[in-house]
């Protein structure tokens, strides 16, 4: 099939506050087989509003990370996606902004973002096989690089000086000389207590340890973790 065939009329919804930037994925959509559904000048306050409005007007979205730079949105690409996750919706995260945004503002809604690619990955065929990935997730076909295991996350530090606070922590079992950060609310409050600057301490979490990169990680689950034994092979 050529690739510039639509796609049984299949309407991709381009979710970006860029105007130039929105141009530029809807030429990729549409390269992709798509016909494309773009919003401008709108300003949204409810992430459910704008899910509703995309599901009403598409059959699959890509969507931009930072969507509050000229107003458009009081909240991130990030929760949109989880948002249209949790309606079955098929949809694309994409950031400019990789390694910052993924700590700091991707990771809370990870598990719930099935394909994030950077602007340079973001091409017509990334995007099909893309949205192509996410019906799967959808359908309960889930691929082992974003299946979890319980297994050891040791916590080495909580940052508490920005509005919200990250931990730094390592995950034996996917990469124990590689630290990853994330926002200290994924853990639960009682064991959020436990945590002090610079101090070490163990828990047992969900954790998706087959993926490739740790911009794919995503953490769960958390319970505290008994001391270490030399003999358990957990440390």
């Not at 929760?79 to 700590?103: C, G, H, N, W």
């Not at 079992?173 to 101090?199: C, G, M, Q, T």
Request: net charge negative; proline share 4%; hydrophobic share 35%.
């Amino acid at each position: 099939m050529n690739t510039t065939e639509v796609k049984n009329e299949k309407i991709i919804a381009i979710v970006d506050d860029d105007k130039t930037l929105a141009a530029i994925t809807a030429w990729d959509v549409q390269e992709a087989g798509y016909e494309t559904f773009l919003l401008k000048n709108e300003h949204f306050h409810n992430v459910n509003e704008l899910a509703s409005l995309i599901i009403e007007n598409s059959q699959g979205a890509v969507c931009d990370h930072r969507l509050s730079n000229s107003g458009f949105a009081n909240f991130f690409g990030a929760e949109l996606v989880a948002a249209l996750y949790d309606r079955k919706f098929p949809s694309l995260l994409i950031t400019q902004y990789t390694e910052m945004d993924t700590s700091f503002s991707i990771r809370k809604w990870r598990h719930k973002i099935p394909v994030l690619l950077s602007r340079e990955e973001t091409n017509a065929v990334n995007i099909s096989q893309g949205i192509e990935i996410c019906k799967s997730e959808l359908c309960g076909k889930i691929p082992s690089t974003r299946k979890t295991r319980r297994t050891i996350v040791r916590i080495t530090n909580i940052d508490k000086e920005t509005h919200e606070s990250f931990v730094d922590a390592f995950v034996p079992s996917w990469n124990p000389h590689r630290a990853v950060r994330f926002p200290a609310s994924l853990i639960p409050e009682n064991l959020r207590d436990l945590l002090e600057p610079n101090k070490t301490i163990r828990l047992f979490a969900h954790v998706n340890t087959s993926a490739e990169k740790s911009d794919d990680l995503y953490f769960e689950k958390f319970e505290l973790a008994p001391e270490p034994d030399e003999d358990d092979g957990l440390t």
